[in-house]
């Protein structure tokens, strides 16, 4: 330790220096380092139980049957090359983007109107809570009856997913504004449009993005399983252009397993980007809660 | 003293015969019982009595947060609540400073401290932050202008929110227990904080708070109240000469003091005690 660490420095200083210090760069590095070796963990327990099939004599559950990672890579740098699986990305990103900005959009402002007139609440709420349970799946087939085009019966399900939870956030965050909040802000001459613009609005902030980021999640997990059903949507049947959903589902028809693996990994990377780009959002939209 | 440094002579409160009665499913709890008092203007009046004797309840009606059931109470001579007007108007001339504190999270300490005169449109979005940060130096808070709440200590935050009372030019401070989160050391100079303002300013301070020493050593008077319901039990001229410091605490008046309002306290916080009262 050098004789400038031991001068009295305030709190402030410390912060400011915390972001270049050689400690926290090792830090960073290290959980980096995790992460590989995390990575290398799974990949060498796939490749030995693919290669393997057994343990003291007892088939492996899933991984006797699975494609080895080899296999999936190779079949991966095939699909790579062919426009087809990268229409898959394109229509099923399409798909998530759309209905989730309709569910937000919808969303936030439903939930804001919930939160602030009793009116709206009692009248809408009951019918809401009543419709929540139904998993967004059970409305596919209502849903491609009632839209003109598969396209939008897939956006639809996709919007219910996300909808309840954003709607039920953005409810829950508004109640728990500190009432004391709300009192000083009343004191202080804050006008009702000035309650609700200064202190609501900021004030659900945090469970809006918390509403997004669990919504997003659903909307992968719904895309995926109502483009199976539904026989790719609009650009269904033909190839592998129909989704990933739709992909999974045609490599299986095909018989082509590690194509289905490449399925299932592009949907989790496709996953974790949107989620990572939700909590970047996320953590700009309330500087306040930054990690500090 | 007080004449002097509140040269306006602003913010006298009558208290006059205030009675609340909290009726929940029919089980009426009367919390303020005919209770009344005079603070003049520029008076530092500390309000002692046990968690949940009704002290809040008072203060909350004076800032027009709940309504009274009887009596009247009058700030400057004008009106706030009585007879044909049961609850007061929430304004500016009464602001409170909480137990927890109420800064807006989500604001910048500036923002903060820049609220009150920016959304009564009295200033400027511009001239409010210059002012604020004015407010800010005087208080010690330079440097502080533009962290949120949340990276501050609790004492930091909690002057932060008397600056931003102070913005609002009020008549009157409601302070509601507003240090009794923190801790010992940091108390002592949250006081010291607290009297500088005081000496800047001249305004008169609602300070309510179950510490008798905390009481004793901010306050021009005491007023110890019973339990259940609230009304004053005794009232002490606290006659230790005002500027203050912590060496005060030491100081052969102040333990007498202390011992001369001790029992009272005491007698009323077993009454507390046992009728089961939670704390806050």
């Keep these: 330790m050098n004789s400038e660490q031991i001068l009295p420095v305030s709190h402030r200083d410390l912060a400011a220096r915390r972001g270049a210090s050689p400690w926290r760069m090792l830090a960073r590095f290290r959980r980096y380092r995790r992460a590989c070796m995390s990575f290398a963990i799974f ?5 030995l139980g693919t290669t393997g099939k057994s343990w003291l004599g007892h088939p492996i559950p899933i991984l006797c049957q699975a494609p080895s990672p080899g296999a999936v890579l190779a079949a991966w740098g095939q699909l790579v090359l062919e426009p087809a699986y990268w229409q898959s990305w394109y229509l099923s990103f399409t798909r998530v983007a759309l209905g989730f900005l309709a569910a937000a959009s919808v969303g936030i402002p439903f939930g804001l109107m919930i939160a602030i007139s009793p009116l709206f609440r009692g009248m809408i709420f009951p019918v809401f809570e009543l419709l929540r349970p139904i998993p967004p799946l059970a409305w596919v087939p209502a849903s491609i009856i009632f839209w003109p085009t598969q396209e939008l019966s897939i956006d639809f399900v996709i919007f219910l997913g996300a909808f309840y939870t954003i709607v039920i956030n953005v409810v829950g965050g508004a109640a728990n504004i500190d009432a004391r909040l709300i009192q000083a802000a009343r004191s202080m001459g804050g006008s009702r449009w000035n309650i609700f613009r200064r202190l609501v609005l900021p004030g659900v902030i945090p469970s809006i993005c918390v509403g997004l980021e669990t919504g997003i999640g659903i909307t992968w997990e719904v895309v995926v399983a109502a483009e199976m059903i539904s026989g790719g949507g609009a650009g269904g049947s033909g190839g592998a252009s129909g989704g990933l959903g739709f992909f999974i589902w045609n490599s299986y028809i095909g018989g082509s397993y590690p194509d289905i693996v490449v399925g299932m990994i592009s949907i989790g990377i496709a996953g974790y980007l949107s989620s990572a780009a939700m909590r970047f959002a996320a953590s700009k939209a309330t500087p306040w809660l930054r990690e500090r | 003293m007080s004449a002097a440094l509140n040269p306006a002579r602003r913010g006298a409160l009558t208290i006059d015969n205030a009675v609340k009665i909290y009726d929940p499913e029919g089980a009426r709890v009367l919390a303020v019982d005919h209770c009344s008092l005079h603070i003049p203007a520029g008076e530092i009046c500390m309000i002692v009595g046990p968690s949940g004797c009704g002290k809040t309840t008072l203060l909350n009606a004076i800032a027009g ?36 504190g109420a800064l807006f999270p989500w604001k910048t300490n500036l923002d903060n401290v820049a609220f009150g005169p920016m959304v009564q449109k009295r200033l400027s979005r511009a001239a409010a932050r210059d002012k604020a940060r004015q407010l800010m130096a005087e208080a010690g808070l330079s440097g502080y202008e533009n962290s949120y709440p949340g990276e501050i200590s609790s004492g930091l935050r909690r002057r932060v929110e008397i600056v931003r009372a102070l913005m609002n030019d ?25 009297l500088e303002t005081y000496y800047r300013t001249g305004i008169t301070i609602f300070f309510i708070t179950h510490d008798l020493e905390e009481a004793i050593f901010l306050g021009h008077r005491v007023v110890i109240m019973t339990s259940r319901p609230c009304r004053p039990k005794l009232i002490m001229d606290v006659d230790i000469p005002h500027p ?13 003091l202390v011992h001369a309002t001790e029992a009272a306290v005491h007698e009323e916080a077993l009454k507390s005690f046992a009728l089961g009262e939670k704390e806050g």
């Design chain 2, 65 to 100: 947060f709940h309504d009274l059931d009887e009596g009247s109470i009058h700030l400057d001579g004008r009106m706030l609540c009585g007879p044909g007007r049961p609850k007061a108007e929430v304004g500016p001339d009464r602001i409170v400073v909480f137990q927890n």
């Design chain 2, 170 to 194: 009020p008549t009157i401070l409601l302070l509601d227990e507003p240090y009794r989160a923190l801790d010992a050391l940091t108390k002592s100079v949250m006081h010291e904080a607290l």
């Design chain 1, 43 to 47: 990949l060498g327990i796939w490749q």
């Design chain 2, 244 to 256: 203050r410091d912590y060496t005060v605490l030491t100081s052969k008046r102040f333990r007498e």
